[in-house]
């Protein structure tokens, strides 16, 4: 495909879209919860044929020398397909927030004035690697009475095409517009670049994937964009703090799953607690092979752990995303430096505090400029899923609009509604 059929091609979308986001915006829940139902029947009946799809895709990437570790990003499996078919049941059992007024408050006039919460119309979504996606978005998409359309990464077209054939098909037989959902069938660089350059169709773009994509992204994005770069998540034990508590998540926090955004990078601990905890954390990071990057005060309480990987920090391991069996160590004086730490250095994602001081708590609910921020928890519960939400499409460390795990919500907007009985203003 040329880049003029390729702009013909996602114009073309573009319009059917925006069409079939004024019939999603009017239809009826049961329509909407009978489609995502019928997408989980799909899902379920189709774990054979979507696993011939899948397998091509994989093929091509052990083909091409792609890592083990994105390689298993695209595998399918009946465990992944059952896992997405539940999400769009829950998703089907969740209350609809679509035409959900709020705060309605009469005026001196006369007028009763509140908000309603619309769809938002539109959205592209642009990812990599796991295929799931497509269903996690297209539910999303379907469940917020908006219409959608998904670039996936070229690992994974096969099984991309397959399972938004399915999307489409559970719309139809639900009576909805199948264009709700329309997957780019091209794996042409260029298509991202129409989908992020159509304001008249498109009214947001999410991005889901590296560094370098979100980055292109929101550089030449001509629409708005939820998005975060970074998941450069700390977590701070704090003095007083239980230490075998914090023990116990900051493990989990770092080595539970080292690939996701919400893994915590960066490791503060109080100087008060630091000679009792450091040597502690360090013998459970050395057993699971975690390389401790850490400041002078750290390294010196750490260097005597057997079998511990020890190594100087740089200016840089302050900023990093790791997402691997590596984490920054540093030694702080106390509550104060450790908000002036994470606000300077994290990338406003997800921070944590250990601590059994409540003001101390408080303070830092307040004062840590991060989309989620958490007392006493590993930073691994920065989810959708584990908010409650029932699925993300994605995190975002904006602070416009959706801020933190984009759920339902996320995907619609509210407007002003007045309700009046004649009133005129004087």
Known sequence: ?????????????????????????????????????????????????????????????????????????????????????????QLAAMPDIIGDIVGMQQQPSGIRVGRMRVPIGVFGMIYESRPNVTIEAASLSIKSGNACILRGGSEAIDSNKALARLVQQALQDSGLPPEAVQLVQTTDREAVGQLIAMPQYVDVVIPRGGKSLIERISREAKVPVIKHLDGNCHSYVDDPCDLDMALRVVDNAKTQKVSPCNASESLLVARGVAADFLPRIGEVFAAKGVEMRCDAEAAALLRNVQGARVVAATEQDWYEEYLALVISIKVVGGLDEAIAHINHYGSHHTDAILTRDHVHAQRFLREVDSASVMVNASTRFADGFEYGLGAEIGISTDKFHARGPVGIEGLTSLKWIVLGQGEVRG
Do not use: F, W, Y
């Open 1 to 89: 495909m040329n880049a003029p059929n390729i702009a013909e091609t996602l114009h073309a979308m573009g319009l059917q879209a925006r069409q079939a986001a004024a019939v999603m915006a009017k239809s009826s829940t049961a329509a909407r919860n009978q489609a995502l139902r019928r997408l989980a029947a799909l899902l379920r009946e189709s774990v054979q044929a979507l696993d011939v799809d899948n397998t091509r895709d994989l093929a091509r990437a052990e083909a091409a020398g792609l890592a083990a570790p994105m390689v298993d990003r695209l595998r399918l499996g009946a465990k992944v397909i059952a896992t997405v078919a539940e999400g769009c049941e």
